[in-house]
């Protein structure tokens, strides 16, 4: 078994330059003249000059990048071109009915409604170049093996994650707030293209043939730092990218209520087992068999149920929640977190 851990630090940083990215200020009536949205979920066209991207970035020339989604910034002088683009849905973004594919969903297509509409002030939309800059300067892109040409070759990528998280925290992209922008593309994409390299590594280490198991990767962080959150936007990244995924946590192996009661009335006076989370309140030999079967989910067709604890249940004294309403996997897993 294989694992990767990634150890979320508690220490304060500062996830943005302080130094304000620059913005260009349209006026929605301009922006709704000119300005169209393609799909959703379709793969980005990203300017004429990313394959060259790498080459400008290693002779210190700042990049010149062109897209269609986003005006031309006065700091770099970039031209956009701003058109309409047919990838299949061919909604207008002005169109506050419009409809987008769910990718996610295990029923082929289904229309759900976009969560991003225009409100009634203007939009502050970066550039492109802007956006390559905002991301090179986070905090975690080094720490985690990645350069800046990296960034570059990649950067349509960026922006389709980018555009998938907004729609799962339900945020309009044209209006991020900077510490929404840090959030999405200081920490969140970084952390799931450092997953991604980790499985391929992992996957490299298997011979032709030879049945690859998923990699482990376990996620470490003081209380309320954010790792039910971090996970599950990880979650629904590797669900529209077509990765099987499967997420656990340590407190899903709480003993049941009933075992609880049990520990606590043989133990009488330790008030440490009175209640869960402690060591000894968890059920050792359950967590080892779920985990082993996990393991093994390596092949199509291979399903089983992930345990799930109910902290709300027994007046916040918790249970294990009824199996019936446990998530189920199916293989063959890439990874579970």
């Given at each position: 078994m294989?694992?990767?851990v990634?150890?979320?630090?508690?220490?304060?940083?500062?996830?943005?330059p302080t130094?304000?990215?620059?913005?260009?200020?349209?006026?929605?009536?301009?922006?709704?003249?000119?300005?169209?949205?393609f799909?959703?979920?379709d793969?980005?066209?990203?300017?004429p000059?990313l394959s060259?991207?790498?080459?400008?970035?290693?002779?210190?020339?700042?990049?010149?990048?062109?897209?269609?989604?986003?005006?031309?910034?006065?700091?770099s002088?970039?031209?956009?071109?701003?058109?309409?683009?047919?990838?299949g849905?061919?909604?207008?973004w002005?169109?506050?009915?419009?409809?987008?594919?769910?990718?996610?969903s295990?029923?082929?297509?289904?229309q759900?409604?976009?969560?991003?509409v225009?409100p009634?002030?203007?939009?502050?939309?970066?550039?492109?170049?802007d956006l390559f800059?905002?991301?090179?300067?986070?905090?975690?892109l080094?720490?985690?093996?990645?350069t800046?040409?990296?960034?570059?070759?990649?950067?349509?990528?960026?922006?389709?994650?980018?555009?998938?998280?907004?729609r799962?925290?339900?945020?309009?992209e044209?209006?991020?707030t900077?510490?929404?922008?840090?959030?999405f593309?200081?920490?969140?994409?970084?952390?799931?293209?450092?997953?991604e390299?980790?499985?391929?590594?992992?996957?490299?280490?298997?011979?032709?043939?030879?049945?690859?198991?998923?990699?482990?990767i376990?996620?470490?962080a003081p209380q309320?730092?954010?790792?039910?959150?971090?996970v599950f936007?990880?979650?629904?990244?590797?669900?529209?990218?077509?990765?099987?995924?499967?997420?656990?946590?340590?407190?899903?192996?709480?003993?049941?209520?009933?075992?609880?009661?049990k520990?606590?009335?043989?133990?009488?006076?330790?008030?440490?087992?009175?209640?869960?989370?402690?060591?000894g309140?968890?059920d050792?030999?359950?967590?080892?068999?779920?985990?082993?079967?996990?393991?093994?989910?390596?092949?199509?067709?291979?399903?089983?149920?992930?345990p799930?604890?109910?902290?709300s249940?027994?007046?916040?004294?918790g249970?294990?929640?009824?199996?019936?309403?446990w998530?189920?996997?199916?293989?063959?897993?890439?990874m579970?977190m």
């Amino acid at each position: 078994m294989t694992m990767a851990v990634l150890n979320i630090l508690s220490q304060p940083t500062t996830p943005w330059p302080t130094k304000t990215a620059s913005f260009s200020l349209y006026s929605c009536n301009h922006y709704y003249t000119n300005c169209y949205m393609f799909s959703c979920y379709d793969r980005f066209s990203v300017g004429p000059s990313l394959s060259s991207l790498s080459k400008a970035v290693i002779g210190s020339a700042k990049p010149s990048f062109s897209s269609p989604m986003l005006p031309r910034s006065p700091k770099s002088g970039t031209e956009v071109h701003v058109q309409a683009i047919d990838a299949g849905l061919g909604c207008s973004w002005i169109q506050d009915s419009s409809t987008c594919p769910d990718t996610v969903s295990n029923n082929g297509r289904r229309q759900r409604p976009l969560h991003s509409v225009f409100p009634s002030k203007p939009a502050e939309v970066s550039s492109v170049q802007d956006l390559f800059e905002f991301i090179c300067s986070g905090p975690l892109l080094n720490k985690l093996g990645m350069t800046s040409e990296m960034v570059a070759e990649s950067i349509d990528k960026w922006l389709a994650y980018g555009l998938h998280l907004c729609r799962l925290f339900q945020l309009n992209e044209l209006y991020l707030t900077i510490p929404q922008k840090a959030r999405f593309y200081h920490y969140y994409i970084p952390v799931f293209l450092w997953c991604e390299q980790q499985i391929s590594h992992h996957s490299s280490t298997f011979k032709d043939g030879e049945e690859v198991t998923p990699i482990v990767i376990g996620f470490s962080a003081p209380q309320g730092c954010g790792k039910t959150t971090l996970v599950f936007a990880l979650e629904y990244l590797f669900k529209v990218t077509r990765r099987k995924s499967a997420t656990v946590s340590i407190d899903d192996f709480y003993l049941t209520a009933d075992d609880q009661a049990k520990l606590r009335e043989s133990k009488p006076g330790n008030a440490l087992l009175e209640l869960r989370g402690n060591a000894g309140s968890h059920d050792l030999s359950f967590s080892v068999e779920t985990l082993t079967a996990l393991s093994k989910l390596t092949k199509e067709g291979m399903k089983m149920k992930l345990p799930r604890y109910d902290k709300s249940a027994n007046n916040g004294r918790g249970d294990r929640a009824d199996p019936s309403t446990w998530p189920e996997v199916e293989g063959p897993l890439k990874m579970w977190m």
